[in-house]
């Protein structure tokens, strides 16, 4: 298994997730340094046992066993248990995320074929029809 992957297993099921997930805002920098922090663990990734329990669930580390994540769902989903562990991870390694870039409303969809639209009413600036 590559150090950028998590795992867990409940109940005997082993789950492979990206620690990184799709998320953007960790820069390749950042991946990097967390990724070379992971390999001095054993390089094999992160390993997660999930214990459930009818007040909920955790997941211990087997690598680095003060990671734990867990909640209070006595059946999580897939998702929500890879959320809290990616949670616990980056908490762990002190993963520094960047704001995505904020983009204007205004410049979102744009016409490309330099055609203006023309529709058959034409309006005032002010929004009155003139």
Known sequence: MSTNNIAHNSENNEVIAAIFGNNPAVSLDERAR??????K?????????????????????????????GGTNPDP????IET???????????????????KSPYFGIQDLSGNLKQDSHNHHVGGENC
């Open 41 to 69: 663990t054993g390089g094999g990734g992160l390993n997660f046992e999930v214990n459930k329990t009818e007040d909920g669930w955790t997941a211990q580390c087997k690598e680095l066993p003060s990671i734990v994540a």
């Open 84 to 102: 809290e562990i990616r949670s616990a991870i980056f908490a762990a390694f002190n993963v520094q995320e960047t704001a995505p870039e904020k």
């Open 34 to 39: 967390v990724t070379s922090e992971i390999q």
């Open 77 to 80: 989903t897939g998702n929500e």
